[in-house]
């Protein structure tokens, strides 16, 4: 254990991964010790036409791994499962979730900011980790359009300036549990959810930004190319598709801002 951060060994890992081409298997291969290095249980939530190889390197590496049918539209409940997996005799421990590509590219480009993000989501219940002006900047036009929608949304209910869709969190043991036990929203809408649940319900919160959470496809990340997708109407379709669960997340907690 890292002897400059005592707070670490607190912190249990939770993701979970999509990669039917096996596109983060190098990647992984490379960065996978510089993940258990820095926690002692990750529990991980795979789908079931997840590359093989993947597969294996998980379980070898000691992961909890358990996998799913793939269900774009049960995003949050995997998570939510991943938390689930990861709480198992964690006793009070926090949990760290991220989606895997995320932590991948973070740890490989920028491991020190990630380091001091894990040792700064101890204390409060639910932290969102937003990204920074430089990862924000280099978004898709789909992704900063569409998302900046559902941010201003979470925005008037809160009062809240943060960045919302890039899943990561910091979760004390309280704040898992309740989530994993009586968040209900099973789409990807959870970016929002979790922290309106546990705002809901007097919990602690919390934002930090990170320039190393970063968005790029799992294909893109693997062959090191540019996103194009901008020009596909398809992908704003999805992006739109994905900012709507987001705001159907957020209906049952308008309340709280009245």
Not at 9 to 19: E, G, N, Q, S, Y
Not at 131 to 150: F, H, Y
Not at 226 to 252: F, G, K, S, T, V
Request: proline share 4%.
């Amino acid at each position: 254990m890292d002897a400059l951060h005592p707070g670490r060994h607190r912190l249990k890992f939770a993701t979970t991964v999509a990669d039917r081409d096996g596109a983060l298997f190098p990647k992984l291969e490379m960065f996978m010790p510089e993940i258990t290095r820095r926690f002692p249980v990750i529990g991980c939530i795979a789908t079931h036409s997840t590359d093989r190889r993947v597969l294996c390197l998980l379980e070898s590496a000691g992961v909890r791994l358990a996998t799913i049918r793939a269900d774009p539209d049960a995003i949050g409940r995997h998570r939510r499962e991943a938390v689930a997996l990861a709480l198992r005799g964690a006793e009070q421990d926090h949990i760290f979730y991220a989606d895997l590509d995320h932590v991948l590219r973070w740890v490989e480009n920028q491991a020190d900011e990630f380091n001091t993000v894990l040792d700064a989501v101890i204390g409060q219940d639910c932290v969102v980790i937003g990204r920074g002006p430089q990862s924000k900047a280099a978004l898709p036009r789909r992704l900063a359009m569409t998302e900046a929608i559902v941010n201003e949304i979470f925005g008037l209910i809160t009062g809240h300036s943060w960045d919302l869709m890039m899943a990561a969190r910091g979760l004390s043991h309280r704040a898992a549990v309740s989530i994993v036990n009586g968040c209900i929203v099973d789409t990807v809408g959870n970016d929002v959810a979790w922290p309106l649940f546990c705002r809901q319900r007097g919990f602690s919160l919390g934002y930090l930004e990170a320039d190393g959470l970063t968005y790029r496809t799992n294909t893109d990340y693997a062959h090191d190319i540019a996103d194009a997708r901008d020009q596909d109407p398809h992908a704003w379709m999805m992006r739109m598709h994905l900012a709507c669960q987001h705001i159907e997340a957020m209906r049952p907690y308008l309340a709280i801002a009245q």
